[in-house]
């Protein structure tokens, strides 16, 4: 929750802007109007031969469940760039960054996810420090009851499926909370 | 260029936080971290029939020039919910957002756009604020010199390219800036 103008300190208040409908963070001294957009959430899902390399959570959300390499898109990097970035700083992975393969909107937390198809150049990886442990693991070592996020699963079922058929067609979608 | 706190006001320091990587804005008073990440554009290009609906830019940058309807993704909304909201803002068309089609990451200026192919479900459109005018043009009257943004000319010509090959293949890319 923006308090604060981040220009010149003084204190905000939500209002709508003439000409805009949504109501923002306006400085109630300087004017500046602080916006909130969602974040895009980076990734790629690399392949080695017949295996995947999954990572396992070493912080929250989802400490110690399954996932493949991904997180925050920084500024001035491409899509594709900061999900080879994720995949070293995670796994110590050196990947190939191949096609865009699953988007997702998650419109409850205001992210998307953009994750790639990736070719692993180097079996040699290692846990980066946001992760307990990394592996490559076989489809049918998957850890389907312990996969961290919605995304993964459905990435991983769309990649398996879309590998026996011989042909990889890019999905997007939405991702909804559960219901209660 | 933030300067202060978004939640106590005390002046940022600019500084890596532990277990980071990159510079952020650090609260020297209370410590709390203001992340500056890249923004969505989310937009469309609606078909009606062989026509393709553009926009005249009322507003900066590029004033005047040709675009499809685009604008920042919200909070709260997927990214084909923000595609047909964008539609109606600045053309008053109502839109079925059909499928992702191209996806460009813009690193220098820390956008990613995300277009989508949609049916204009209803010709009578005219301009939202944002737009001087509005039209639907066919392939022969697109204003290839007078074109907006660079993703509008290359989704355009995948688009055109794609509908004589009779099969629409979602494209994604980065766009660098202009070599001097």
């Known amino acids: ?18 000409g805009d409908s949504l109501e923002r963070a306006v400085c109630a001294a300087c004017g500046h109007i602080q916006y909130q957009n969602p974040k895009i959430v980076v990734g790629c899902l690399p392949v080695y031969g017949d295996r995947i390399l999954m990572c396992k959570r070493a912080i929250e ?15 001035h990097e491409s899509a594709p760039e900061g999900a080879a970035r994720e995949a070293m700083e995670e796994a110590n992975a050196r990947v190939e960054i191949e096609y865009l393969y699953t988007v997702y909107s998650i419109p409850h937390i205001s992210q998307v996810y953009m994750m790639f198809r990736a070719r692993l150049l180097d079996p040699d990886v290692s846990p980066g420090v946001e992760s307990l442990e990394v592996k490559l693991v076989a489809e049918a070592e998957i850890p389907w009851d312990q996969l961290a ?13 879309d590998r026996r058929a011989g042909v990889f067609v890019p999905r997007f979608g939405d991702i909804r909370p559960p219901q209660r």
Chains 1, 2 share one sequence.
Not at 149 to 161: G, P
């Open 1 to 18: 929750m923006i308090k604060f103008c981040n220009s010149c300190g003084a204190a905000v208040a939500y209002r709508i802007p003439e």
């Open 61 to 75: 959300p989802r400490y110690g469940l399954w996932t493949l390499p991904a997180g925050f898109m920084e500024n």
């Open 149 to 161: 996020f919605a995304m993964v699963k459905r990435t991983l079922e769309h990649f398996l499926a």
